[in-house]
């Protein structure tokens, strides 16, 4: 078969262009630190406010795009750096056969690197076992629950694929017992729906005494909340720092991410800043070694499509779309340029801004919203309780 000189040329242009776009990368941009390893989209659960929508359980990341990821994010963090690797799904867990073959590689890849590697696992707690739970101990990470407070908050929407059927049961049973007891220090992810943010602080309460020790608390992002909704949102917040204030009072071992950073922290952090770091020092892997700006792009919601940045076999080609993360002039973010808040803020998750206003640089208002709300309860913290603990992890 005859391949024209036109192909050929074509082909060698698109490989010489790759090699550029990288150089320019590790010259002018700043390094991949954080890589989400998208390990599987199938899961045991089909939570309706999940982002990885339509999943595809055959989706599975095969050994040799995981060990490039690796070694993507090695060769990109500097020397004597503390690179982060999220192992992440559908459900993770499913693949623990390959977490398995992933962790003792990287730590390897790492330490001829002079890098300090840590991990971070969210499981939604319907598969678990020993040998998970004591892995997890062993390489010195925590696996993290996602579990929506109440047994009615969360068997709404946290429900088994192919049924309605809620997780709650198997969640906190005998899976949460076993991980309680060899991980000591529990970590939960609590998302808050508008049909069941009425129930949001009786919920923490609940987990509290169940024996999870820190909580990472988010609204529902996606979708829209009514002005009661809202209102209800701020009651049950403030309850939350009722709870918090008494329980830290008192000596008891709880965290709450949101409470932890004085304004002054926010301000140090945040000002002259747009956006996280999604695009900038965060990558996402899809199953097949895609390069997104991070895990919420990977599986796409309308309009999040154009962010493929390149792939783990040649690194970040698509610059221009790279751009936008970096990029955070006032010019581009004009509803945010005047804010009162925009010193403490970065103007919501790139993603959510996308699907929900078409633009990378708008926060929707229930955003700004929480914001404020964010600030408000911040207000409440005294400085005393704004340096946390550090837990006992795998204690």
């Known amino acids: 078969m005859t391949v024209s000189l036109s192909v050929v040329a074509a082909d060698h242009l698109k490989a010489f262009g790759n090699r550029v776009a990288q150089q320019y990368a590790s010259y002018r941009l700043p390094p991949v630190t954080i890589v989400e390893l ?195 949102l701020s009651r049950e917040m403030h309850k939350v720092v009722d709870f918090y204030l008494d329980a830290k009072g008192k000596g008891l071992p709880i965290r709450i991410a949101e409470f932890e950073k004085s304004l002054a922290d926010l301000r140090a952090t945040y000002s002259h800043m747009w956006g996280c770091d999604a695009g900038r020092t965060r990558a996402a892997v899809s199953t097949e070694g895609d390069l997104y700006p991070c895990s919420k792009f990977v599986c796409p919601l309308p309009g999040l499509e154009a962010y493929r940045l390149g792939h783990v076999d040649v690194g970040l080609t698509n610059l221009e779309a790279r751009m936008d993360f970096i990029d955070n002039g006032a010019d581009r973010r004009p509803k945010c340029a005047n804010c009162d808040t925009r010193d403490t803020c970065v103007g919501g998750c790139p993603a959510i801004n996308l699907h929900m206003k078409g633009c990378l640089f708008t926060p929707s208002d229930f955003e700004c919203f929480n914001k404020r709300l964010h600030l408000e309860l911040l207000a409440r913290i005294p400085k005393e309780v704004l340096v946390p603990d550090a837990p006992e992890q795998n204690s």
């Open 38 to 232: 998208f390990l599987t989209e199938d899961c045991t659960l089909r939570c309706d406010y999940c982002f990885v929508k339509g999943k595809t359980p055959s989706k599975r990341m095969p050994w040799d795009v995981a060990k490039k990821a690796v070694d993507f994010l090695v060769e990109s963090c500097p020397p004597d750096s503390d690179p982060e690797i999220t192992l992440f799904g559908g459900e993770p867990l499913l693949e623990f056969g390959l977490i398995k073959r992933i962790v003792p590689y990287a730590r390897e890849r790492a330490a001829e690197r002079g890098a300090r590697l840590t991990f971070s696992l969210t499981t939604n707690g319907t598969v678990m076992s020993d040998e998970i739970a004591a892995f997890g101990r062993q390489h010195g990470f925590n696996i993290m629950l996602s579990i929506d407070g109440t047994r009615d908050a969360h068997d709404r929407h946290r429900v088994y694929r192919g049924s309605r059927k809620g997780s709650w049961d198997t969640v906190v049973g005998e899976n949460f017992r076993l991980l309680k007891s060899i991980q000591g220090w529990i970590g939960a992810r609590i998302t808050v729906c508008p049909d069941t943010v009425g129930q949001l602080s009786s919920g923490v309460g609940e987990l509290f005494d169940m024996g999870v020790n820190q909580f990472l608390i988010g609204p529902d992002m996606d979708t829209e909340w009514a002005q009661g909704e809202r209102e209800t």
